[in-house]
């Protein structure tokens, strides 16, 4: 592989990782903050909550992982290293 | 991926991830992944037998066997009930369970099951899950059966949902059908390959105890990505009949 294309798809990996993780760490901290919230607010819908809460979690965790597929890519299966 | 010492280490043999490689078997011109058809027909072996354990002598009061899978099958039709409702679940029940107990079966026979101890020529014994065509497969089947679902019950006046609210949607209605297996089949992928890679990582740098709590999370992850494939799937199925 070209050096130049090897540099710059571990760099690109590594962003496409970063990135991706900003917006879902966003938004599960503030998914888990108002889980508990509802939590604290009532006790007893403790258990509805967690499994809205886990099943949203992992929607947003699904977008880290598009850009972790991005990088998987990247790294092991390069259109570009010719 | 590892400095050559790595490979040697009894500890780290288990953890190995290998991507991009296979174990290919050419059948009636066409190759396809050994690997990951052995890990499969274990998987379907695995739920036969728990289903014929189920169902070989069923009782009035159920006991063992039976209380274990139809506890199962509540759950499935749970999820099926959650998404498309009392009138029309049950016809869906055999899809959204068979895809929600499959990829379980086959995330967890990724995690659980010590596959690393069989050597094959090349590629490694690992979740059918953490193979692109597996998931993509699955994600196509979903697809049909939603076309399938709407075409079922409306006919050609499926259709009509593309233009719907405003004609001026109509190529984002389009768009949607391809982003929908596109999401499904990556969401899977990522999530089971990203848990043996990062398994693998860590057993490289710590081989001892450091990495069993991501192994926990994995055989978690595994479960939850199970429910949620089954969800969406069931959701996709009420968007198409409702």
Known sequence: MDSIISAASVVAAGLAIGLAAIGPGIGQGNAAGQAVEGIARQPEAENKIRGVLLLSLAFMEALTIYGLVVALVLLFANPFAG | MYPDNFYSSTFTLLAETEVGKHFYWNIAGFLVHGQVLIVIWFVFAIVLTFAFLGSRNVEQIPRGWQNFMECVLDFVSDIAKNQLGESFYREWVPFVGTLFLFIFGCNWAGAIVPWKLIELSEGEL?????????????????????????????????????????????????????????????????????????????????????????????????????????????????????
């Open chain 2, 126 to 242: 690992s979740a059918p899950t953490n193979d692109i065509n597996t998931t993509v497969a699955l994600a196509l089947l979903t697809s049909l059966a939603y076309f399938y679902a709407g075409l079922s019950k409306k006919g050609l006046g499926y259709f009509k949902r593309y233009i719907q609210p405003l004609p001026l949607l109509l190529p984002i209605n389009i768009l949607e059908d391809f982003t929908k297996p596109l999401s499904l089949s990556f969401r899977l992928f990522g999530n089971v390959l990203a848990d043996e890679i990062t398994v693998s990582v860590l057993t490289g740098l710590v081989p001892l105890v450091i990495p069993l709590p991501i192994m926990c999370l994995g055989i978690f992850a595994g479960s939850v990505q199970a429910l949620i494939f089954s969800t969406l799937a069931a959701a996709y199925i009420a968007e198409a009949l409702e």
